[in-house]
């Protein structure tokens, strides 16, 4: 029970990460662009360190090489597909209808942490370390991308306080995959196993996919070296925590 509320928790604090267009009301758009660059870079050593440190090992103590990394391959190949025919992250300009579009990037934006809740909920049923250290690993990938998110709803024709409460109410449904993902796992035996590769190869996709194209995007020595250092902590803060004792 106690490990239910921890998960509980976890996933609520998960969607409160949507409300992060609220700092568009405060910051300046010049610091806002600095943090979310460095928060990138961050992000992405994270989710690589969080796939290969944490979820896969994990996985491997209870099953064979050849069934984790099967699925590794398939939570990589979900991730493609949802990205390629779902848009949940960008609008190529030309290619959708923006007007539309806000609405298929909801759709998409709710299955996807319906996905990061069921992920949140097996972990805390393995044990509360290993659920604190996947929800922060989906806090930090969240971020930027529930920014991003804001954003598009904002360019879509969305008012930002109309964004800010359709981007909230999307992200609760992380908070009914922890639950649904919480008592399957309990009830159903091995789908911790099953589950765990699969969210592996979806933080490989968005990191590799996603976010290092990102910082690719960036001109200039000083701005390298700062996107290489904060994907160089993002591994670290994984490992830290991976290290540390408890788990």
């Given at each position: ?18 409300l ?23 992000s992405a050593g ?19 090489n ?16 949802m ?17 539309a ?8 934006d ?18 509360v ?5 996947t ?25 930002k ?22 008592l399957?796992?309990?009830?159903i035996?091995?789908f ?9 190869g ?14 690719h995007k ?14 160089l902590?993002?591994?670290?803060f ?5 290290i540390?004792?408890?788990?």
């Amino acid at each position: 029970m106690v490990n239910f509320i921890w998960a509980i928790g976890a996933s609520i604090t998960v969607s409160l990460i949507s409300l992060i267009g609220i700092f568009t009301f405060i910051f300046k758009e010049k610091l806002l662009s600095i943090i979310l660059f460095i928060l990138i870079g961050f992000s992405a050593g994270a989710l690589i360190a969080g796939a290969f440190l944490h979820l896969i090992p994990e996985a491997l103590e209870n099953s064979s090489n050849n069934f984790v990394f099967t699925f590794v391959i398939m939570g990589f190949v979900f991730f493609f597909i949802m990205e390629r025919y779902f848009h949940w992250r960008h609008c190529h300009e030309g290619v959708c209808d923006i007007h539309a579009f806000t609405y298929l990037n909801l759709i998409g934006d709710s299955i996807h942490n319906f996905t990061d809740g069921l992920v949140i909920g097996v972990s805390f049923l393995i044990n509360v370390k290993f659920g604190i250290i996947t929800s922060l690993v989906i806090i930090l990938h969240e971020i930027p991308q529930e920014l991003g998110d804001f954003g598009v709803l904002v360019y879509g024709g969305f008012t930002k306080l109309k964004a800010l409460y359709f981007n909230f109410i999307t992200a609760l449904t992380c908070v009914l995959g922890t639950i649904i993902g919480y008592l399957v796992s309990e009830n159903i035996k091995g789908f911790s196993v099953f589950l765990m590769p699969l969210a592996a190869g979806g933080f490989i996709y968005i990191a590799a996919c996603d976010l290092v194209p990102e910082l690719h995007k960036q001109p200039g020595l000083k701005k390298s070296i700062s996107s290489l250092l904060a994907f160089l902590c993002g591994i670290g803060f994984i490992l830290l925590a991976r290290i540390l004792p408890g788990h």
